[in-house]
């Protein structure tokens, strides 16, 4: 059978969930999207994830990945810029793995969105500093260095105007402000003039459910790097975060090999 793993995209208004085919960076299945409950606190939206898990018949040892729109260590939630407050300091990998009784790792959304991106869409073959934006409610960052994630960048925060740059330039704002597409174009440029300044990357990837409407809006950005829709849109962080679980999964099951082969060692030697 091909491989597969399980990827869940937890957003602001809904949890979406399908297997993934990890030779092909497809959809193994329709995806279910269930609504983020409100509020979203870590017992809440661990139910939800529960839930969206039961109503896919998978082997019990699919790894998940889960993408969450926070700074990501070892598992473990740092930061809720649009999310419940009371998930920092949650272990999600812990919380989501008792709950859904599958190995869970969890990873930051725009992260993930950047691997699927560098593994199946528009930075396949890319090498050097290539970025990934996702504009959103938030804006969220991935960066990579000749094909390697350097986890966490979360440049949606980098000050702009003496503020968040997200609040000044996320597509949420762009509707709420009402604004047109040059105008809103206008902050784009600046925003990316900036991490062109600090990053000079080579690439520049677009990403989020406005990337769908690019054409309205790249071809308005004058840029050094290469600018480019990202592929996957929608699933991008689904893929993403498959992609990432069964590399995890498969680096556990190494270490533990090989820390089974020392101890044999051992015992021989000391037997
Ligand atoms: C969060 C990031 C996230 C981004 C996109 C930001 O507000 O801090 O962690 O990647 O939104 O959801």
Not at 38 to 63: C, G, H, K, W, Y
């Amino acid at each position: 059978m091909s491989k597969r793993a399980f990827g869940i995209d937890i957003g602001g208004s809904g949890i979406k969930g399908a297997p993934v085919h990890l030779g092909k960076g497809e959809l193994a299945a329709d995806r279910l999207r269930i609504p983020t409950p409100q509020p979203s606190t870590p017992d809440a939206v661990a139910d939800a994830v529960a839930e969206l898990v039961d109503s896919f018949d998978i082997a019990e040892d699919m790894p998940i990945g889960v993408t969450f729109p926070a700074v990501i260590k070892d598992g473990v939630a740092h930061s809720a810029a649009n999310v419940d407050k009371s998930w920092i300091g949650t272990d999600v990998d812990a919380l989501l793995t008792e709950r859904t009784g599958h190995d869970v790792f969890v990873v930051n959304d725009a992260d993930a969105a950047g691997i699927a991106e560098m593994e199946f869409g528009a930075g396949r073959g890319s090498s050097g500093v290539v970025q990934v934006f996702t504009l959103g409610t938030g804006v969220g960052s991935a960066t990579f260095t000749d094909g390697r994630l350097v986890p966490n960048t979360e440049l949606g925060h980098l000050l702009l105007h003496s503020g968040d740059a997200e609040k000044y330039m996320a597509s949420s704002i762009k509707e709420r402000e009402d604004l047109d597409w040059e105008t809103w174009a206008d902050r784009l440029q600046e925003y990316f003039e900036h991490i062109e300044f600090l990053f000079s990357p080579t690439r520049i990837i677009i990403g989020g459910g406005v990337s769908k409407k690019h054409k309205k809006f790249l071809p308005l950005l004058d840029l050094q790097a290469e600018l480019l829709p990202a592929e996957l849109r929608n699933e991008a962080g689904i893929i993403g975060a498959a992609v990432l679980a069964h590399r995890e999964e498969k680096a556990l099951r190494k270490a533990a090999k090989k820390d089974g082969k020392k101890k044999d060692k051992k015992d021989k030697h000391e037997g």
